[in-house]
Protein backbone atom coordinates (compact mmCIF):
# COMPACT_ATOMS: atom_id res chain seq x y z
CA UNK A 1 0.00 0.00 0.00
CA UNK A 2 1.21 3.45 -1.24
CA UNK A 3 2.62 5.53 1.45
CA UNK A 4 0.55 8.57 2.92
CA UNK A 5 1.86 11.68 0.78
CA UNK A 6 3.19 14.45 3.15
CA UNK A 7 0.74 16.75 0.70
CA UNK A 8 -2.09 14.51 2.32
CA UNK A 9 -0.84 15.69 6.06
CA UNK A 10 -1.86 19.25 5.13
CA UNK A 11 -5.10 19.17 3.35
CA UNK A 12 -4.48 20.10 0.01
CA UNK A 13 -5.64 17.73 -2.72
CA UNK A 14 -2.36 17.84 -4.93
CA UNK A 15 0.57 16.56 -4.26
CA UNK A 16 3.76 18.15 -3.94
CA UNK A 17 6.20 17.44 -7.42
CA UNK A 18 8.96 16.21 -5.53
CA UNK A 19 6.34 13.55 -4.16
CA UNK A 20 7.19 11.91 -7.31
CA UNK A 21 10.57 11.15 -6.90
CA UNK A 22 10.36 10.04 -3.49
CA UNK A 23 11.73 6.61 -2.45
CA UNK A 24 10.17 4.42 0.68
CA UNK A 25 12.66 1.79 2.55
CA UNK A 26 13.91 -1.37 1.39
CA UNK A 27 12.07 -3.34 3.55
CA UNK A 28 12.96 -6.46 2.99
CA UNK A 29 11.47 -6.29 -0.57
CA UNK A 30 13.81 -9.07 -1.90
CA UNK A 31 11.50 -11.75 -0.43
CA UNK A 32 7.85 -11.40 -1.55
CA UNK A 33 10.07 -10.19 -5.16
CA UNK A 34 11.81 -13.42 -5.53
CA UNK A 35 8.54 -15.45 -4.18
CA UNK A 36 6.63 -13.27 -7.32
CA UNK A 37 8.62 -13.46 -9.94
CA UNK A 38 9.28 -17.64 -9.34
CA UNK A 39 5.28 -17.80 -9.35
CA UNK A 40 5.36 -16.00 -12.78
CA UNK A 41 8.34 -17.48 -14.37
CA UNK A 42 8.34 -21.16 -13.58
CA UNK A 43 4.53 -21.60 -15.17
CA UNK A 44 5.89 -19.68 -18.33
CA UNK A 45 8.73 -21.78 -18.65
CA UNK A 46 6.67 -24.65 -19.09
CA UNK A 47 4.48 -23.43 -21.66
CA UNK A 48 7.60 -22.55 -23.88
CA UNK A 49 9.09 -25.97 -23.38
CA UNK A 50 5.49 -27.44 -24.03
CA UNK A 51 4.90 -25.40 -27.08
CA UNK A 52 1.45 -23.51 -25.89
CA UNK A 53 2.76 -20.04 -25.28
CA UNK A 54 -0.80 -18.67 -26.51
CA UNK A 55 -1.58 -19.99 -23.07
CA UNK A 56 0.81 -17.14 -21.47
CA UNK A 57 -2.17 -15.10 -20.22
CA UNK A 58 -3.77 -17.03 -18.59
CA UNK A 59 -0.70 -18.42 -16.53
CA UNK A 60 0.40 -15.00 -15.74
CA UNK A 61 -2.78 -13.68 -14.32
CA UNK A 62 -3.11 -16.96 -11.84
CA UNK A 63 0.45 -16.15 -11.00
CA UNK A 64 -0.29 -13.06 -9.92
CA UNK A 65 -2.06 -14.53 -6.66
CA UNK A 66 1.56 -14.29 -5.52
CA UNK A 67 1.40 -10.46 -4.92
CA UNK A 68 -0.96 -10.56 -2.82
CA UNK A 69 -1.04 -10.49 1.22
CA UNK A 70 3.04 -9.02 1.12
CA UNK A 71 3.82 -8.00 4.72
CA UNK A 72 1.74 -11.11 6.48
CA UNK A 73 2.25 -13.81 8.28
CA UNK A 74 1.96 -16.89 6.39
CA UNK A 75 -1.02 -18.33 7.27
CA UNK A 76 -3.07 -15.09 6.69
CA UNK A 77 -0.71 -14.35 3.59
CA UNK A 78 -2.09 -18.20 2.51
CA UNK A 79 -5.86 -17.07 2.84
CA UNK A 80 -5.54 -13.54 1.14
CA UNK A 81 -4.27 -15.36 -2.07
CA UNK A 82 -6.67 -17.84 -2.05
CA UNK A 83 -9.25 -15.07 -2.10
CA UNK A 84 -7.65 -13.30 -4.72
CA UNK A 85 -6.26 -16.63 -6.81
CA UNK A 86 -10.26 -17.67 -7.14
CA UNK A 87 -11.05 -13.98 -8.45
CA UNK A 88 -8.22 -13.91 -10.90
CA UNK A 89 -9.71 -17.43 -11.92
CA UNK A 90 -12.56 -16.38 -12.25
CA UNK A 91 -11.97 -13.33 -14.60
CA UNK A 92 -9.67 -15.17 -16.53
CA UNK A 93 -12.24 -17.61 -17.63
CA UNK A 94 -14.85 -15.07 -18.38
CA UNK A 95 -12.64 -12.96 -20.61
CA UNK A 96 -11.73 -16.07 -22.47
CA UNK A 97 -15.74 -16.86 -22.76
CA UNK A 98 -16.07 -13.30 -23.94
CA UNK A 99 -13.31 -13.48 -26.07
CA UNK A 100 -14.32 -17.25 -27.68
CA UNK A 101 -17.73 -15.58 -28.17
CA UNK A 102 -16.52 -12.83 -30.48
CA UNK A 103 -18.25 -10.26 -28.23
CA UNK A 104 -17.49 -6.73 -30.14
CA UNK A 105 -15.06 -4.08 -27.82
CA UNK A 106 -17.97 -1.85 -26.81
CA UNK A 107 -20.03 -4.57 -25.27
CA UNK A 108 -16.91 -5.95 -23.47
CA UNK A 109 -15.56 -2.62 -21.81
CA UNK A 110 -19.22 -2.42 -19.97
CA UNK A 111 -18.61 -5.81 -18.80
CA UNK A 112 -15.27 -4.77 -17.72
CA UNK A 113 -16.41 -1.80 -15.94
CA UNK A 114 -18.88 -3.64 -13.59
CA UNK A 115 -15.95 -6.08 -12.67
CA UNK A 116 -14.17 -3.37 -11.78
CA UNK A 117 -16.40 -1.98 -9.46
CA UNK A 118 -17.28 -5.41 -7.62
CA UNK A 119 -13.61 -6.14 -7.23
CA UNK A 120 -13.10 -2.97 -5.79
CA UNK A 121 -15.92 -3.29 -3.30
CA UNK A 122 -13.89 -6.84 -2.43
CA UNK A 123 -10.78 -5.51 -1.93
CA UNK A 124 -12.10 -3.13 0.42
CA UNK A 125 -14.41 -5.38 2.23
CA UNK A 126 -11.58 -8.21 2.46
CA UNK A 127 -8.75 -5.49 2.84
CA UNK A 128 -6.81 -6.69 0.09
CA UNK A 129 -2.98 -6.22 -0.39
CA UNK A 130 -2.76 -4.36 -2.76
CA UNK A 131 -5.81 -2.80 -2.89
CA UNK A 132 -8.20 -1.90 -5.41
CA UNK A 133 -9.18 -3.83 -8.64
CA UNK A 134 -6.22 -3.84 -10.87
CA UNK A 135 -4.93 -7.15 -11.04
CA UNK A 136 -8.75 -8.62 -11.92
CA UNK A 137 -9.62 -5.80 -14.45
CA UNK A 138 -6.16 -6.14 -16.41
CA UNK A 139 -6.93 -9.79 -16.20
CA UNK A 140 -10.32 -9.51 -17.56
CA UNK A 141 -9.02 -7.08 -20.14
CA UNK A 142 -6.66 -9.08 -21.38
CA UNK A 143 -8.53 -12.66 -21.73
CA UNK A 144 -11.06 -10.41 -23.18
CA UNK A 145 -9.37 -9.02 -26.00
CA UNK A 146 -6.97 -11.94 -26.90
CA UNK A 147 -8.27 -14.36 -29.79
CA UNK A 148 -10.19 -17.05 -28.30
CA UNK A 149 -11.93 -20.35 -29.50
CA UNK A 150 -14.19 -21.91 -27.85
CA UNK A 151 -11.46 -25.08 -26.94
CA UNK A 152 -9.68 -21.94 -25.41
CA UNK A 153 -11.97 -21.81 -22.02
CA UNK A 154 -10.84 -24.89 -20.70
CA UNK A 155 -7.22 -24.34 -21.17
CA UNK A 156 -7.73 -21.32 -19.44
CA UNK A 157 -9.52 -22.65 -16.34
CA UNK A 158 -6.61 -25.22 -15.89
CA UNK A 159 -3.85 -23.31 -16.73
CA UNK A 160 -4.91 -20.39 -14.82
CA UNK A 161 -6.07 -22.77 -11.61
CA UNK A 162 -2.54 -24.71 -11.62
CA UNK A 163 -0.42 -21.09 -11.72
CA UNK A 164 -2.62 -20.13 -8.75
CA UNK A 165 -1.42 -23.29 -7.43
CA UNK A 166 1.77 -22.99 -7.54
CA UNK A 167 2.09 -19.11 -6.41
CA UNK A 168 0.32 -20.96 -3.59
CA UNK A 169 3.32 -23.55 -3.17
CA UNK A 170 5.74 -20.45 -3.21
CA UNK A 171 3.87 -18.71 -0.02
CA UNK A 172 4.77 -22.32 1.83
CA UNK A 173 8.15 -23.39 0.55
CA UNK A 174 10.00 -21.25 3.55
CA UNK A 175 9.01 -24.42 6.15
CA UNK A 176 11.35 -26.63 4.38
CA UNK A 177 13.79 -24.05 6.40
CA UNK A 178 14.13 -24.93 9.68
CA UNK A 179 13.42 -21.23 10.85
CA UNK A 180 10.52 -20.95 8.57
CA UNK A 181 8.94 -23.94 10.73
CA UNK A 182 9.27 -22.09 13.74
CA UNK A 183 7.63 -18.92 12.80
CA UNK A 184 4.47 -21.08 12.91
CA UNK A 185 4.72 -20.71 16.24
CA UNK A 186 4.11 -16.83 16.10
CA UNK A 187 0.52 -16.01 17.25
CA UNK A 188 -1.63 -16.18 14.06
CA UNK A 189 0.26 -17.51 11.75
CA UNK A 190 -1.54 -21.29 12.09
CA UNK A 191 -4.78 -19.92 10.46
CA UNK A 192 -5.83 -18.46 7.17
CA UNK A 193 -8.10 -15.72 9.09
CA UNK A 194 -6.44 -12.03 9.18
CA UNK A 195 -7.39 -9.32 11.33
CA UNK A 196 -10.70 -7.71 10.99
CA UNK A 197 -10.43 -4.55 8.71
CA UNK A 198 -11.99 -1.45 9.67
CA UNK A 199 -14.47 -0.33 6.83
CA UNK A 200 -15.80 2.47 5.75
CA UNK A 201 -19.04 1.61 3.78
CA UNK A 202 -19.53 5.41 2.30
CA UNK A 203 -16.16 5.49 1.12
CA UNK A 204 -16.08 2.17 -0.09
CA UNK A 205 -18.87 2.60 -2.40
CA UNK A 206 -17.44 5.84 -4.08
CA UNK A 207 -14.23 4.55 -4.62
CA UNK A 208 -16.20 1.38 -6.78
CA UNK A 209 -18.58 4.28 -8.25
CA UNK A 210 -15.00 5.67 -9.34
CA UNK A 211 -13.92 2.39 -10.83
CA UNK A 212 -17.00 1.58 -12.37
CA UNK A 213 -17.25 4.95 -13.87
CA UNK A 214 -14.04 6.18 -15.10
CA UNK A 215 -13.13 2.52 -16.47
CA UNK A 216 -16.58 2.87 -18.35
CA UNK A 217 -15.90 6.63 -19.38
CA UNK A 218 -12.29 5.83 -20.30
CA UNK A 219 -12.99 2.62 -22.17
CA UNK A 220 -15.45 4.07 -24.34
CA UNK A 221 -13.08 7.15 -25.19
CA UNK A 222 -10.39 4.53 -26.27
CA UNK A 223 -12.66 3.29 -28.49
CA UNK A 224 -14.08 6.34 -30.18
CA UNK A 225 -10.06 7.60 -30.30
CA UNK A 226 -9.65 3.92 -33.58
CA UNK A 227 -7.31 2.40 -30.45
CA UNK A 228 -7.51 -1.26 -29.99
CA UNK A 229 -7.07 -2.38 -26.23
CA UNK A 230 -9.30 0.05 -24.31
CA UNK A 231 -8.55 -1.96 -21.55
CA UNK A 232 -5.43 -0.32 -21.00
CA UNK A 233 -7.01 2.91 -20.48
CA UNK A 234 -9.16 1.44 -18.08
CA UNK A 235 -6.56 -0.03 -15.63
CA UNK A 236 -5.45 3.35 -15.57
CA UNK A 237 -8.65 4.56 -14.97
CA UNK A 238 -9.05 2.43 -11.43
CA UNK A 239 -5.16 2.38 -10.57
CA UNK A 240 -4.86 5.76 -8.98
CA UNK A 241 -8.60 5.29 -6.74
CA UNK A 242 -6.52 3.29 -3.73
CA UNK A 243 -5.89 5.03 -0.94
CA UNK A 244 -7.69 7.87 1.30
CA UNK A 245 -6.97 10.91 0.75
CA UNK A 246 -7.01 12.72 -3.10
CA UNK A 247 -3.29 14.05 -3.39
CA UNK A 248 -1.81 10.25 -2.60
CA UNK A 249 -4.21 9.36 -5.37
CA UNK A 250 -3.22 12.00 -7.60
CA UNK A 251 0.32 11.47 -6.90
CA UNK A 252 -0.52 7.71 -8.27
CA UNK A 253 -1.85 8.84 -11.02
CA UNK A 254 1.27 10.82 -12.12
CA UNK A 255 3.31 7.77 -11.10
CA UNK A 256 1.23 6.03 -13.50
CA UNK A 257 1.45 8.28 -16.10
CA UNK A 258 5.17 8.87 -16.34
CA UNK A 259 6.17 5.33 -15.13
CA UNK A 260 4.55 4.56 -18.28
CA UNK A 261 6.10 6.87 -20.65
CA UNK A 262 9.58 5.76 -19.66
CA UNK A 263 8.60 2.09 -19.43
CA UNK A 264 6.94 2.51 -23.33
CA UNK A 265 10.89 3.40 -24.44
CA UNK A 266 12.31 0.47 -22.41
CA UNK A 267 9.66 -2.02 -23.95
CA UNK A 268 10.68 -0.45 -27.63
CA UNK A 269 14.45 -1.52 -27.13
CA UNK A 270 13.53 -5.28 -25.99
CA UNK A 271 11.39 -5.88 -28.67
CA UNK A 272 13.41 -3.99 -31.39
CA UNK A 273 15.49 -6.93 -30.44
CA UNK A 274 13.27 -9.47 -31.57
CA UNK A 275 14.20 -11.66 -28.10
CA UNK A 276 13.01 -15.47 -28.43
CA UNK A 277 10.62 -16.65 -26.38
CA UNK A 278 12.88 -18.29 -23.93
CA UNK A 279 14.43 -15.17 -23.99
CA UNK A 280 11.33 -13.06 -22.69
CA UNK A 281 10.73 -15.08 -20.46
CA UNK A 282 14.35 -14.62 -19.07
CA UNK A 283 13.43 -11.08 -18.97
CA UNK A 284 9.85 -11.33 -17.48
CA UNK A 285 11.54 -13.50 -14.24
CA UNK A 286 13.83 -10.37 -14.13
CA UNK A 287 11.55 -6.98 -14.49
CA UNK A 288 9.07 -9.21 -12.27
CA UNK A 289 11.28 -9.08 -9.67
CA UNK A 290 12.76 -5.29 -10.42
CA UNK A 291 9.12 -4.21 -9.87
CA UNK A 292 8.17 -6.15 -6.57
CA UNK A 293 11.11 -4.61 -5.27
CA UNK A 294 10.03 -0.97 -5.77
CA UNK A 295 6.52 -1.12 -6.03
CA UNK A 296 5.74 -0.10 -2.29
CA UNK A 297 8.33 1.85 -2.60
CA UNK A 298 7.46 3.74 -6.18
CA UNK A 299 4.88 3.13 -7.84
CA UNK A 300 5.98 4.82 -11.39
CA UNK A 301 9.27 3.20 -10.80
CA UNK A 302 7.33 0.10 -10.40
CA UNK A 303 5.82 0.86 -14.34
CA UNK A 304 8.95 1.24 -15.71
CA UNK A 305 9.45 -2.49 -15.35
CA UNK A 306 6.07 -3.65 -15.46
CA UNK A 307 5.31 -2.02 -18.92
CA UNK A 308 7.55 -3.85 -20.94
CA UNK A 309 6.37 -6.60 -19.57
CA UNK A 310 2.86 -6.27 -20.52
CA UNK A 311 3.58 -4.76 -24.17
CA UNK A 312 5.73 -7.96 -25.00
CA UNK A 313 3.10 -10.41 -24.12
CA UNK A 314 2.11 -10.38 -27.88
CA UNK A 315 5.37 -11.34 -28.75
CA UNK A 316 5.95 -14.22 -26.22
CA UNK A 317 2.69 -15.65 -28.01
CA UNK A 318 4.54 -15.47 -31.39
CA UNK A 319 2.38 -12.78 -32.90
CA UNK A 320 4.00 -10.37 -35.21
CA UNK A 321 4.41 -6.29 -33.45
CA UNK A 322 4.23 -3.44 -34.84
CA UNK A 323 6.50 -1.62 -32.20
CA UNK A 324 6.00 1.99 -32.99
CA UNK A 325 2.51 1.35 -33.24
CA UNK A 326 2.61 -0.62 -29.88
CA UNK A 327 4.27 2.04 -28.15
CA UNK A 328 1.66 4.77 -29.09
CA UNK A 329 -1.39 3.30 -28.36
CA UNK A 330 -0.23 2.88 -24.62
CA UNK A 331 1.19 5.94 -24.28
CA UNK A 332 -2.31 7.20 -25.47
CA UNK A 333 -4.44 5.20 -23.32
CA UNK A 334 -2.35 5.64 -20.23
CA UNK A 335 -3.17 9.37 -20.98
CA UNK A 336 -6.95 8.62 -21.70
CA UNK A 337 -7.61 6.50 -18.71
CA UNK A 338 -5.33 8.81 -16.23
CA UNK A 339 -6.87 12.18 -17.73
CA UNK A 340 -10.62 11.03 -17.42
CA UNK A 341 -9.94 9.46 -13.37
CA UNK A 342 -8.09 12.60 -12.60
CA UNK A 343 -11.59 14.62 -13.16
CA UNK A 344 -13.55 12.29 -11.47
CA UNK A 345 -11.01 12.28 -8.07
CA UNK A 346 -11.13 16.03 -7.98
CA UNK A 347 -14.73 16.13 -8.83
CA UNK A 348 -15.70 13.67 -5.77
CA UNK A 349 -13.03 15.17 -3.98
CA UNK A 350 -15.31 16.79 -0.73
CA UNK A 351 -17.70 13.59 -1.08
CA UNK A 352 -14.80 11.68 0.12
CA UNK A 353 -13.13 14.29 2.24
CA UNK A 354 -14.89 13.88 6.12
CA UNK A 355 -15.09 17.46 7.53
CA UNK A 356 -13.42 18.01 10.57
CA UNK A 357 -15.81 17.98 13.67
CA UNK A 358 -15.74 21.83 15.05
CA UNK A 359 -14.72 22.18 18.41
CA UNK A 360 -17.42 23.72 20.80
CA UNK A 361 -16.59 26.65 22.68
CA UNK A 362 -15.71 25.90 26.24
CA UNK A 363 -18.93 27.49 28.38
CA UNK A 364 -18.20 30.22 30.66
Do not use: K
Request: aromatic share 4%; glycine share 10%; charged share 10%.
Amino acid sequence: MPSRSPAAASGSPFPRPRDLLRVGPHDRAHVPAVRVAVSVVVPLAVLVAIGHVEWAPYATFGAFASAFGRGLGRGPRLGMQLEAGALLIAVVVLGTALSAASVPAVALVPVVALVAGLASVLSDLRGWTPPGPLFPVFGLGVCAFVPAVPSSVGAAAVVSSLSVLLALATSLVGLVRASGRRALDAPGTRTLRRPVVAVELRRTLLHAAICLGASLVAGLVSIACGLQNPYWAMVSAVVPVVGRATSAQLLRAGHRLLGTLVGVGLAALLLAWDPTPVALVVAFGVLQFATELVVVRNYGLALVFITPMALSMPALGGGQVDVGALVVARGADTAIGVGVVVVALLATHRLRTRPRPVEEAPSA
